[in-house]
């Protein structure tokens, strides 16, 4: 099944719920940067996305030092920003609210 990049609409209303991260334009994708007390307790929060992403097989772009970890979602097959990455972002945010 071909996946589709957002409409702008689409994304507009989609950003509207994410308030916790940042539209990255030149990437048509969503950022999030994530401090933790230490480097374990980001090692366990990416372990946790790691088996979410695996089972909606699609994964995120991302980066850990210590204490941080940084998100770029896009989906690269639909060249932008779709609703995979929405779902995905979402599922992130209802771990780290939970």
């Known amino acids: 099944m071909m996946v589709e990049a957002l409409s702008e609409a689409e994304r507009a209303d989609a950003l ?12 048509d994708a969503i950022t999030r ?16 996305i790691a088996l979410i992403a695996e089972k909606m097989d699609h ?5 850990n030092v210590w204490n941080r970890v ?18 995905l972002a979402e599922a992130i945010d209802s771990i780290l609210d939970g």
């Open 70 to 87: 940084e998100i770029l979602l896009t989906t690269h097959d639909a060249g932008g920003l779709s609703a995979r990455d929405i779902e």
């Open 33 to 48: 940067s994530i401090a933790f007390t230490d480097f374990a307790e980001a090692f366990g929060f990416m372990t946790q």
């Open 59 to 63: 994964h995120p772009e991302w980066t």
């Open 16 to 27: 509207d719920g994410l308030s916790d991260w940042d539209y990255d334009e030149s990437r």
